[in-house]
């Protein structure tokens, strides 16, 4: 019930057009959305909702405001809150920056600032722009969007032309600490295992991305590279049978992950009524955790992700869609706990310039995505979270915007 009465407080405040509202006088922007979604999976629970028997376990709402002092300068933050299934339900802050842009060759921002990898990184956040209800989530996982979508730190930016055969390059660069909370989606199944992470986790990150804005006409090909330095975090592991051994049923431990790179390449043509995107990336991790019963545990995970989309915008209110995303970790035995591919079909109608809806339909193989151990009844530490191989998951969403 308290979940439902968030959703529609979020649906009914957003849909006042007045908040919608260019402040002239202060020269400040306020703007926003809310979003009511809809799971139903036909077999294992997803996303760690009871989407199995249809769960309305996911409520979004969004308010950035921004302000432009002077023609260079402009300042901005922006809040969430959201509640996925047994994550979230909390207000966060996506991001909250000061942006100076000297000429269109160069400019920074810093503070907490939207990391600009991949293609869709730095708007993800904004549910309104982008026709899916759920992007592709080997690239773009929603359990852990907060950590994943902004850094503390600073982003270098420009664009420079090429001439008029070349077409332009934008680039980016970034650097600064990336900060991923104790309840992070990512922690989800260690925790359920009985593994804390005391204080979240976090270290330094940077990195650069090329955007070549090419000749053709609506054709962009982009790459990107972020570096991650070794993270070193504590741990607490609980365990009951600790009990038997007179020891404390939580001990302290720690865990280590080593410096990696996320490379990730991708490319995007969009031209009258269509558009088509495709992007790889890949997710190299290992690292050694130390617990009081089991020291110097080494792991490794090697994600290799992908997808294909494309939209058509059929009328003025309705776009429809397809994409097929999949990612394989080369490091898990042969299963279905190594690989998730996911075909999905979806459609999107806007209602006016304020109100719209996403249905979309998901036909999913694997169960190395989405998963947690105790919504599904398995066992903590199995090889899958999931009980069954395949999953059909419908998605339904309402959305307003501000």
Partial sequence: MKRLFVGAMALVLGAVPAMAQSLEDLNIQIHGYATQ????????NILTTSSS??????????????????????????????????????????????????????????GKVKVPSGLFNEIQDIDPSYTWALLPQGAYPITSRNSALSEYGSVVYGT????????????????????????????????????????????????GALHWRTPLAGLMVGVSDRK????????????????YYNLPTTLPGSEIFNAFNVPEVFAKYEKNKVMVA?????????????????????????????????????????TAGVYNSQMFDHQMALGPARYSKDWAISGRYDFNSFLYAKVEQHFIDGTAIGYDYSTNGVTPGTPSAAKYPTTRLTILKLGVSF
């Fill in 37 to 44: 979604g809809f799971l139903y999976t036909t077999q294992n």
């Fill in 278 to 318: 495709g992007e790889w990336g890949r997710l190299p991790v290992s690292g050694m955790v130390t617990l009081a019963y089991l020291p110097n545990q080494p792991f490794r995970a090697d994600q290799r992700d992908w997808y294909g989309m494309a939209t058509y915008k059929v009328t003025n209110k309705l």
């Fill in 53 to 110: 028997n249809g769960s309305p376990a996911w409520t979004e709402a969004v308010v950035n405001l921004t302000s432009q002092p002077t023609p260079k300068l402009r300042i901005g933050v922006q809040a969430r809150y959201e509640l996925l299934g047994n994550l979230g339900n909390a207000i966060t802050l996506d991001w909250a920056s000061a942006d100076y842009k000297a000429d269109e060759r160069f400019g920074v921002r810093f």
């Fill in 228 to 243: 991650d330095n070794q993270w070193i975090t504590a741990i607490t592991d609980y365990n009951p049978g600790f009990a």
């Fill in 160 to 207: 420079f032309k090429l001439g008029a055969k070349a077409g332009k390059l934008e680039y980016r660069g970034w650097g600064g600490e990336v900060v991923m909370a104790s309840d992070d989606g990512y922690f989800i199944n260690q925790r359920e295992e009985g593994i804390s992470f005391t204080n979240g986790l976090s270290g330094v990150s940077y990195g």
